[in-house]
């Protein structure tokens, strides 16, 4: 059973950064994919961005491309997703995502793709 615990979260002007952290344990399986979503208030969750454990094939959604960065640090368990030049519009509760083994490029934003889930935190950016 994978537990993940996401930090980092507050509350930012626009145009600021930051970064979310999320802290995986019982991990055991050596091939795995890891996502990160959002839900806004009144809306679905979406996806945000996600990539495999050999660190290549990052994926994002068009509405953060160039301004998020998804990485992983096999080491410590970690996964992380910085945040820049943010926006009102990127204000939601963001949660980390995990699988067991890869899966093609287009799953990757797909929720139901995902095994296990962390409890969110919230980002709010202020205009």
């Known amino acids: 059973q994978v537990q993940l615990v996401e930090s980092g979260g507050g509350l930012v002007q626009a145009g600021g950064s930051l970064r979310l952290s999320c802290a995986a344990s019982?991990?055991?399986?050596?091939?795995?994919?890891v996502g990160w979503f959002r839900q806004a208030p009144g809306k679905e969750r979406e996806f945000v961005a996600g990539?495999?454990?050999?660190?290549?094939?990052?994926v994002y959604a068009d509405s953060v491309k160039g301004r998020f960065t998804i990485s992983i640090d096999n080491s410590k368990n970690m996964v992380y997703l910085q945040m820049d030049s943010l926006k009102p519009e990127d204000t939601a509760v963001y949660y980390c995502?995990?699988?067991?083994?890869?899966?093609?490029?287009?799953?990757?934003?797909?929720?139901?793709?995902?095994?296990?889930w962390g409890q969110g935190t919230q980002v709010t950016v202020s205009s």
């Open positions: 995502a995990f699988r067991d083994g890869r899966i093609i490029l287009s799953a990757m934003r797909m929720e139901t793709q995902y095994h296990y």
């Open positions: 019982g991990r055991t399986s050596r091939t795995y994919t």
């Open positions: 990539m495999r454990w050999s660190k290549g094939n990052k």
